[in-house]
């Protein structure tokens, strides 16, 4: 899914971690742009400032409410913004060939190396992801989230899918090697209802917070396709019920019309990709409250690259079938249909590419303001993050600082020139930055 990066062997020679991040601050800190978009408002606010009191946001509104004992951080010509969240990401799936990739990088490589991509990921404004299964044999994507979360090294906030539920032959399969090979698959291969009440048990028992199954074929992986349901009624019943049983919500990789419909009625919080909608489709969509995540610009982005394993298919999507279904996701937007920002990319993919989704969105027909919602309101209402995604009292200090003004010019979102993440200052105009690949703490 991305191509390759060598900063993983870098961090294994190296095993260094320094504290180049600032604690969350002491005293009180007012942050100041000529714009502030809290993305729970329709317009930016001018003349404002969001102050921040250790993790938290205390203030937001007029500038000359601040306490003029207060110290300020004036960033000008900028825009203040939630810190952006990525609803479908593969940090430790490396390579475009990423269905044998994870046969010749251990589990530890892949991880250390996640661990530095993400940390470039945070400097780029990204403060929240959703793994949305990973190609690792083993569970790399839960301890990134646990050495995340128990403050070994700074990161991104995580949600995981450690891996993606699949059938034999399916999208998690290794379908083009020879029969006498016995590989491991990148995805988890379940057959049968017993079969898959159990890999659900395993996942959520090793730390998966998500539950992913690909409930159609796949567009990067070989011999099956994306138009095929792959799990019987009965199957996907199944993995539905067990997941609802202990509480631990459902992503749906569906890009057959039959697929997506099979998932919005079994109850999958959020479907992925959804390439084959129809009008029923998106009625379902809009009655059962899912969301849905399109990863729209992986598609270009391969086109143009040209490294898939898949290309011949991928192009003839790009050529052919994308229009159409830019067209059924003006009319799913235009119904209400929750729509997010999701990259599908893997470690090493360029992140100032991320931002592209963005632009994305505005071909469907969203407003510059609903697309930077769509990453960030949107994305923490699915992942049930109710103390970010916006900018208000109360809520985490996940603040970013844009160049300009993105409700104009979306491109700005490729840059940052401020992030905060917990009230920890990652990146400012008076932060020096961190050594190339090492991790933060």
Known sequence: MAPGSARGGCLLAAALFVAAAGNASAEPLALLADRVITANQDRALVNAAVVVDGDTITFVGSRDEVPSDTPRLDLGDATLMPGMIDAHAHPVTIGPDYQVAHLSNSSATKTLGAAVYLQDLLKAGWTGMRIAGDADVFYGPVDLKRAIDGGTILGPHLAVAAHWISITGGGGDVNFMSPEQRLIADGLVVDGVDEIRKAVREEIKYGSDWIKVLATGAYMSVGDSPKNVSFSPEEFDALMAEARRQGVPV?????????????????????????????????????????????????????????????????????????????????????????????????????????????????????????????????????????????????????????????????????????MIGGKIIKSPNTAEPPEGMLLR
């Open 251 to 419: 992503m749906a990789h569906a890009h057959a019309t039959a697929g997506i419909k099979q998932a919005v009625r079994g109850g999958a919080r959020s479907v992925e990709h959804g390439t084959f909608l129809d009008d029923e489709a998106i009625d379902l969509l809009v009655e059962h409250g899912t969301w849905l995540i399109p990863t729209i610009y992986i598609g270009d982005y391969y086109y143009e690259e040209g490294t898939l394993r898949e290309d011949e298919r991928n192009n003839y999507y790009f050529e052919h079938e994308k229009p159409i279904w830019m067209d059924w996701l003006n009319k799913a937007y235009r119904k209400g249909v929750k729509i997010g920002v999701g990259l599908d990319f893997g470690q090493g993919d360029p992140p100032e590419a991320y931002a592209e989704e963005f632009r994305m969105l505005l071909d469907v027909g969203m407003s510059h303001m609903e697309a930077i919602q769509a990453g960030t309101r949107v994305n923490a209402e699915m992942l049930g993050w109710d103390d970010r995604g916006t900018l208000a009292v109360g809520k985490n200090a996940d603040v970013i600082a844009v160049p300009g003004n993105p409700l104009q010019d979306i491109g700005a979102l490729k840059q940052t020139v401020l992030v």
